[in-house]
C-alpha cells in the first residue's frame, strides 16, 4: 500500500476553547498551500484510492482542497483516529479498515501524524524524529507493519518550485 501522509496546511493561531479549535478554518496562507501541494500531487500524477481526514474543519478544508486539485472524485472519509491526540494503535486499526484498497491519502495534526509515520518507517522498534510542516506532504510505501519514506514536499519548497516553472514559462514566451 502507498500511503500519503498530509498535514492540514496554516489555519492561524491555536484557540483556547477546544470547541472553537475544532472549527479553526483554513487561512490565505493554507488555502494557498493546498494548491501547490495539489497542483504538485497532480504533476506527480499522484492517484489515490480514498482520502480520509480527520474530522477538524482545517484538515477536512485541506483534504478536499488537495483533493479537488489532484483531480480526486471519492467521497471524502472522516475518521476520528486522525484527530489530534489518538493513539499509533488507533491509527493502525484504521488503516486496517482500509487495508484492500492500494493508495490512500490521511490528513491530519502534529503531533499524531509525525508519530505515526515516524513510527511507520522504523519499523516501530523506535520513533523516527520527522516532522511534517503544516500543508507538507510525504509519501510511504507500506508492506505489511513497516514502511519505506519514499519523499517529503514542503509547502516552501513547492512554492520555490511553483515559482520557478512559472518564470520558466514567462522565459519561454518572451523568447517568441
Known sequence: MILYFLRHASAGQHMANPKKDEKRALDK???????????ALA???VQVDAVISSPLKRA???????????????KLQIEDALRP???YDDF???????AKLEALMVVGHNPNLSEFLGRLVSEGACEAALDL????????ELNRTTGSLQWCL???ILRVLHAAAADSVRAKSSRK
Open 154 to 156: 514542503t509547502p516552501k
Open 133 to 140: 510542516k503544516k500543508g507538507a506532504v510525504a509519501r510511504v
Open 43 to 45: 504533476a506527480l500524477a
Open 29 to 39: 496562507d493554507g488555502i494557498e498551500q493546498c494548491g501547490y501541494v495539489g497542483r
Open 85 to 87: 491526540g489518538t493513539s
Open 92 to 98: 493502525h486499526r484504521m488503516l486496517g479498515k482500509y
Open 60 to 74: 477536512t478544508q485541506t483534504a478536499s482542497l488537495v483533493g479537488n486539485e489532484m483531480g480526486y472524485e471519492g
